[in-house]
Each structure stands twice: as structure tokens, then as C-alpha cells.
């Protein structure tokens, strides 16, 4: 089920907080803590929802790119390909994983990331679109349609700042505030991960707080590291 599935989120964490910050078992016990009581992971962890599943391979992708090797790349591109098929949404982690591996000059991970994640991506999108609808690819064209080329939501609008001006919806100024006080050395490719979505997300007409469920361990991470 979606609430044993998500307690994955909370082991992710612990173990890539192990490895941002070895032999300080300290830090990733007090990261995975601020992801168990956050409120999003608390209300959708027991959901129906796809997005805590989503969650997992979001981390567990972020995991797989903390060490170089073409194998755990194209892992990191497969689980962020499923991701998306999960919720489309989640495809805008190819953002911050893409910028990570430029960032290290990971070149030719970086090819296998992006190839591995079109490829699962694709496939898993388009089988289930055929069987359900189908036609391959019948959502993910209306999805776009609608809210990117015509710019609708059926639940209304929301602005640019929506996120930044209702931060107890998704966490709490404390961790947030916090969390950017954790941005220094290498920890500011996580920042890419915790904040870029955010910024990309906040450009779309429609917003809501459970959008950003998979930031949220990585906010926590940032956190930890400041405390």
C-alpha cells in the first residue's frame, strides 16, 4: 500500500543524509525526523495519492547520483522516468539531476541519466496511456495541453508567490528559514533539488501545497545541516 511504500521516504533520507555527511550518524536521524512529522508527508503518506510513491524515486534517485558510475545513473534516470509517469509533475527533477552531473562534469553519466529517463519514462507512459485510454501518450498530450498551452486549471489560480507566501501549507518558516542557513559548500547542489521544482512549479497557473511533497527531504536535509 501508498502508507508502507512512503515509510521508504523516511530510510532514503536517513541513508542519504549517511553519505552527504559521514560518520555524523546524527545528521541523517534528524533529517528523517523532519520528514516524519512534516505535515504533507504525515496527511498523504496513508493517501491513495500517487505522489508519496513518487517520493521514493524522487530520493532514491537522488541517492543513486551521489556516487559517479554509468550504472547508478541510468537507475537515477529510470526511477525519475517513473516518476513522471507517476505524477507528470515530477519530471522537473531532471532539472536539478541535470544540473548536478554538469555541475560535477559527469558528462557521460549525465548521457545514460537523460536516456535512461526518456526511455522508462516513455515506455511506462505510453503502455499504460494505451491500455487505459487507448492511445499512447493520450494524457501526457492533454495534460500539456491544458495547462501549459492553454494556460487552464480547473481549480483555479494562483501567483507567482504562492508558495513562498503560504509556507506553513507545505512546512514551517522555522525549517524553511533554516533550511536556507544549510545551503553552503556541497550542499548546494541539494539546494538545486529542494528549491529549483519550487521556482519551476511556482511558474504554472495552478498551485497547491502537496505539489511539493517531493521537496521535502531534501528541505529537511538542507535543515539538518544548518542545526
Same mark, same amino acid.
Given at each position: 500500500?501508498? @502508507?508502507?511504500?512512503?515509510?521508504?521516504?523516511?530510510?532514503?533520507?536517513?541513508? %542519504?543524509?549517511?553519505?552527504?555527511?559521514?560518520?555524523?550518524?546524527?545528521?541523517?536521524?534528524? @533529517?528523517?525526523?523532519?520528514? /516524519?512529522?512534516?505535515?504533507?508527508?504525515?496527511?498523504?503518506?496513508?493517501?491513495?495519492?500517487?505522489?508519496?510513491?513518487?517520493?521514493?524515486?524522487?530520493?532514491?534517485?537522488?541517492? /543513486?547520483?551521489?556516487?559517479?558510475?554509468?550504472?547508478?545513473?541510468?537507475? !537515477?534516470?529510470?526511477?525519475?522516468?517513473?516518476?513522471?509517469?507517476?505524477?507528470?509533475?515530477? %519530471?522537473?527533477?531532471?532539472?536539478?539531476?541535470?544540473?548536478?552531473?554538469?555541475?560535477?562534469?559527469?558528462?557521460?553519466?549525465?548521457?545514460?541519466?537523460?536516456?535512461?529517463?526518456?526511455?522508462?519514462?516513455?515506455?511506462?507512459?505510453?503502455?499504460?496511456? @494505451?491500455?487505459?485510454?487507448?492511445?499512447?501518450?493520450?494524457?501526457? +498530450?492533454? %495534460?500539456?495541453?491544458?495547462?501549459?498551452?492553454?494556460?487552464?486549471?480547473?481549480?483555479?489560480? +494562483?501567483?507567482? !508567490?504562492?508558495?513562498?507566501?503560504?509556507?506553513?501549507?507545505?512546512?514551517?518558516?522555522?525549517?524553511?528559514?533554516?533550511?536556507?542557513?544549510?545551503?553552503?559548500?556541497?550542499?548546494?547542489?541539494? !539546494?538545486?533539488? !529542494?528549491?529549483?521544482?519550487?521556482?519551476?512549479?511556482?511558474?504554472?497557473?495552478?498551485?497547491?501545497?502537496?505539489?511539493?511533497?517531493?521537496?521535502?527531504?531534501?528541505?529537511?536535509?538542507?535543515? %539538518?545541516?544548518?542545526?
Amino acid at each position: 500500500s501508498v @502508507a508502507v511504500i512512503s515509510t521508504a521516504t523516511l530510510w532514503l533520507t536517513w541513508r %542519504a543524509g549517511q553519505q552527504l555527511m559521514p560518520g555524523t550518524p546524527g545528521f541523517a536521524v534528524l @533529517a528523517a525526523l523532519l520528514v /516524519a512529522v512534516n505535515k504533507l508527508h504525515m496527511a498523504f503518506g496513508s493517501s491513495e495519492l500517487p505522489r508519496p510513491v513518487a517520493t521514493v524515486c524522487v530520493v532514491a534517485a537522488f541517492l /543513486a547520483l551521489m556516487k559517479q558510475g554509468r550504472q547508478r545513473a541510468s537507475v !537515477a534516470g529510470m526511477l525519475l522516468g517513473v516518476a513522471s509517469a507517476f505524477r507528470y509533475s515530477e %519530471a522537473l527533477f531532471f532539472l536539478p539531476g541535470t544540473l548536478q552531473l554538469a555541475m560535477q562534469k559527469r558528462w557521460r553519466d549525465l548521457m545514460w541519466f537523460i536516456t535512461s529517463g526518456a526511455c522508462w519514462g516513455g515506455v511506462v507512459i505510453g503502455l499504460t496511456d @494505451a491500455w487505459y485510454w487507448g492511445s499512447p501518450f493520450s494524457s501526457l +498530450q492533454h %495534460a500539456a495541453d491544458y495547462t501549459l498551452v492553454e494556460g487552464l486549471s480547473s481549480r483555479g489560480y +494562483q501567483g507567482a !508567490a504562492w508558495y513562498l507566501l503560504n509556507i506553513p501549507e507545505w512546512s514551517t518558516w522555522p525549517i524553511v528559514l533554516i533550511s536556507l542557513a544549510g545551503v553552503q559548500g556541497s550542499f548546494r547542489l541539494l !539546494a538545486l533539488w !529542494a528549491f529549483l521544482p519550487i521556482v519551476v512549479l511556482s511558474l504554472f497557473p495552478h498551485k497547491e501545497a502537496r505539489y511539493l511533497i517531493p521537496t521535502i527531504p531534501f528541505v529537511c536535509l538542507l535543515a %539538518a545541516n544548518a542545526v
